[in-house]
């Protein structure tokens, strides 16, 4: 149950975030053409997560599927909540993401070890949070996560 309330608090609160606060420019490309780059490359391991999990690229909100890709991390609203626990150990912060840690450590204390250790996963890796990653989806994706010590 409260995994279906924290869904629809996403899902209320998406269009108004892409609307609000994501300024930057939707991406141009599309599942297929990522899935038509090389197979080492950080879009085509995006265009299978889309594809795995049935997703579209969301406009303003292309990063947060890359951040999954990066850092390993599934679906289920206990790893989205850890995926943000990892962002802000590696120096994020929006008004979303606290919402998100604060919603989460409240609906989940049982998962607050997992939490502390996606912070510190997010702590030890270089800052990654903020590069453009249009511009690197040709770049190999084990290439991404070895500079920027993302284990």
Not at 53 to 65: A, C, G, S, T, V
Not at 116 to 130: E, P, T, V
């Amino acid at each position: 149950m409260k995994d279906l309330f924290i869904e629809k608090l996403y899902e209320i609160s998406k269009k108004p975030y892409q609307k609000f606060f994501k300024k930057g420019e939707p991406w141009t490309i599309s599942q297929k053409e990522l899935l038509q780059l090389p197979e080492e490359s950080l879009g085509f391991h995006l265009g299978c997560f889309l594809l795995k999990y049935n997703f579209e690229i969301q406009p303003k909100l292309e990063n947060h599927d890359v951040f999954h890709v990066l850092t390993n991390t599934g679906i289920s609203v206990p790893e989205e909540i850890g995926m943000q626990y990892f962002l802000y150990g590696n120096g994020k912060r929006s008004f979303y993401l606290y919402m998100v840690l604060v919603t989460g450590t409240f609906f989940y204390p049982a998962k607050i070890s997992y939490f502390k250790s996606q912070y510190q996963r997010g702590k030890n890796a270089l800052i990654f949070h903020s590069l453009d990653y249009s511009k690197m989806l040709n770049i190999p994706l084990n290439t991404i996560r070895n500079t920027f010590k993302i284990i």
